[in-house]
């Protein structure tokens, strides 16, 4: 997960300097196309980093709490995803 950690730490910068420039655009009025472009690049880098985290989650965390015996705090954990996701 280190490796991962520091690729989301990574992309999660990236993430950051696109919304900073998204405020310069919306300050300078820059054209509303190309500022939902780049709202859009934005949102699918957030998506990006919650299916990693998502992935990780349910590759490694749930897996450790059912071999654990705690199927019940992993089944409430998949639904509160879910119904994260869903939104």
Do not use: F, P
């Not at 957030?46 to 992935?55: A, T």
């Not at 990780?56 to 639904?79: F, P």
């Amino acid at each position: 997960m280190k490796n991962d950690t520091q690729k989301l730490v990574r992309r999660l910068k990236i993430i950051e300097g696109q919304v900073r420039g998204l405020q310069e655009m919306v300050e300078k009025g820059v054209y509303c196309i190309d500022v939902i472009t780049q709202a859009s690049a934005v949102k699918q880098g957030i998506s990006n980093v919650e299916d990693k985290l998502l992935e990780h989650h349910l590759g490694h965390c749930l897996v450790n709490q059912i071999k654990k015996g705690e199927t019940k705090k992993a089944t409430d954990e998949i639904i509160q995803v879910y119904r994260l996701k869903r939104k």
